[in-house]
C-alpha cells in the first residue's frame, strides 16, 4: 500500500511537471532509493558517472524541477542524431542521486518505450541496462544546486 501512495505522489509531481513544456510522460519517471541507484551506473557502451564516492535520495520536487529541462535537451539530441524521429515523449527515465567529485548529482538512464516489452514493471525497481542501441538508450547527469545539465551521451552503435 505505501508503494501505491509513493507510485501516486510521484504521478502527481511529474504531472505538475508535465504541465511546464514538458513532453516527457508523467508516469514514465521513477526515483531509485540510494542503493539500487548504483546500479544505473553500470553501463556498458557509453560513459557513466564515476568515481562514485557516495548515493544520497533526490526529492520529488528536484525530479519536477529538472524534467522540463530534460524534455527540452532530449528533444534537441533527438533532432540531431536521430532519423527515425523518436520524440522525447518515447522514453522511460530511472532516476538515481549519486555523489561524484563530491556533488550531488541526479543520474537519469533513458530508454525508449519498445524496451518495456520484455521488461514489464521491472523497471521501477532494477535498472536498464542496454549495450549498444544508439538512440535507444541515453545516460544524463543533473546538478540540482546549479540546474544544469552534463555528459549527455546516447548508447553506443553495434
Known amino acids: 500500500m505505501r508503494r501505491f501512495w509513493a507510485s501516486l505522489a510521484v504521478a502527481l509531481i511529474f504531472a505538475t511537471a508535465a504541465q511546464a513544456q514538458s513532453l516527457l510522460n508523467p508516469q514514465w519517471g521513477t526515483i531509485f532509493q540510494p542503493v539500487p541507484a548504483l546500479q544505473l551506473a553500470h553501463q ?12 544520497w535520495q533526490p526529492t520529488y520536487e528536484q525530479i519536477a524541477a529538472l524534467e522540463p529541462k530534460l524534455s527540452s535537451l532530449l528533444a534537441g539530441q533527438l533532432a540531431t542524431y536521430s532519423k527515425d524521429r523518436f520524440s522525447a515523449a518515447d522514453y522511460y527515465r530511472q532516476y538515481g542521486g549519486l555523489v561524484v567529485g563530491g556533488k550531488q548529482i541526479i543520474y537519469v538512464n533513458g530508454f ?47
Do not use: K, Q
Open 44 to 55: 556498458c557502451s557509453r560513459t557513466a558517472p564515476s568515481p562514485i564516492t557516495a548515493v
Open 112 to 158: 525508449h518505450r519498445r524496451l518495456m516489452a520484455t521488461d514489464g514493471a521491472n523497471w521501477l525497481t532494477r535498472a536498464v541496462l542496454i549495450c549498444d542501441g544508439g538512440i535507444i538508450a541515453f545516460g544524463v547527469e543533473y546538478d540540482p544546486a546549479t540546474g544544469t545539465f552534463s555528459h549527455f551521451t546516447f548508447n553506443g552503435h553495434l
